[in-house]
Antibody, heavy 124, light 111 residues
Framework: QVQLQESGPGLVKPSETLSLTCAVS?????????WGWIRQPPGKGLEWIGS???????YYNPSLKSRVTISVDTSKNQFSLKLSSVTAADTAVYYC?????????????????WGQGTLVTVSS | QSALTQPASVSGSPGQSITISCTGT?????????VSWYQQHPGKAPKLMIY???KRPSGVSNRFSGSKSGNTASLTISGLQAEDEADYYC???????????FGGGTKLTVL
């Protein structure tokens, strides 16, 4: 059973960097799939932030790309998100998820396993 | 503003069928058979219900079905049940510069 668990500070000050980690159990990150971050502001819809492969290859949402860094640590079977220069607009529940990737086409397809999500509030 | 357009809300009575639309463009929904649908109950993580337009993951009821025509994908739920009341989101691959886009979500109310 694949399980994902987000962790990190629940409160971040404006202009600082938001940092979260997603620990994966029941599946080796090195075995394949992309691994991604999705966020959901309170009362609003889902927004894809970006995704990473075990090799370190990344794809980012163009609207967030300048502020986002996603990294992977295969030895710990986890991946991480850093979002810099945060504002109140970055307040959201942040989810990590496994993303199916078709190795033949290079297309990112669907998120089949999700973490429970963690609320990050940006406030002074 | 979301990249994919969904109705804000739909409703139906138990036993009825409803359809939720998801309209994109020729750069996403129209170009790839890679639309997925997610169900989200309040305070819970989204759950994959449909992938690759019309395929169901193991364990998902066959009351859920998906289809696509042109730039619009649809999720149909037949034999509505109280537990189907939730928010539903569509998602599509959007090519090698945008990659992944979500719809704004649709709140399904079972009357």
């Amino acid at each position: 059973q694949v399980q994902l668990q987000e962790s990190g500070p629940g409160l971040v000050k404006p202009s600082e960097t938001l940092s979260l980690t997603c620990a994966v159990s029941g599946y080796s990150i090195s075995s394949g799939y992309y691994w991604g971050w999705i966020r959901q502001p309170p009362g609003k819809g889902l927004e894809w932030i970006g995704s990473i492969y075990h090799s370190g290859s990344t794809y980012y949402n163009p609207s967030l790309k300048s502020r986002v860094t996603i990294s992977v640590d295969t030895s710990k079977n986890q991946f991480s998100l850093k979002l810099s220069s945060v504002t109140a607009a970055d307040t959201a529940v942040y989810y990590c998820a496994r993303l199916y990737y078709d190795i033949l086409t290079g297309y990112l397809q669907d998120f089949d396993y999700w973490g429970q999500g963690t609320l990050v509030t940006v406030s002074s | 503003q979301s990249a994919l357009t969904q109705p804000a809300s739909v409703s139906g009575s138990p036993g009825q069928s409803i359809t939720i639309s998801c309209t994109g463009t020729s750069s996403d929904v129209g170009s790839y058979n890679l639309v997925s649908w997610y169900q989200q109950h309040p305070g819970k993580a989204p759950k994959l219900m449909i992938y690759e337009v019309s395929k169901r993951p193991s364990g998902v009821s066959n009351r859920f079905s998906g289809s696509k025509s042109g730039n619009t994908a649809s999720l149909t739920i037949s034999g509505l049940q109280a537990e189907d009341e939730a928010d539903y989101y569509c998602c599509s691959y959007a090519g090698s510069s945008t990659y992944v886009v979500f719809g704004g979500g649709t709140k399904l109310t079972v009357l």
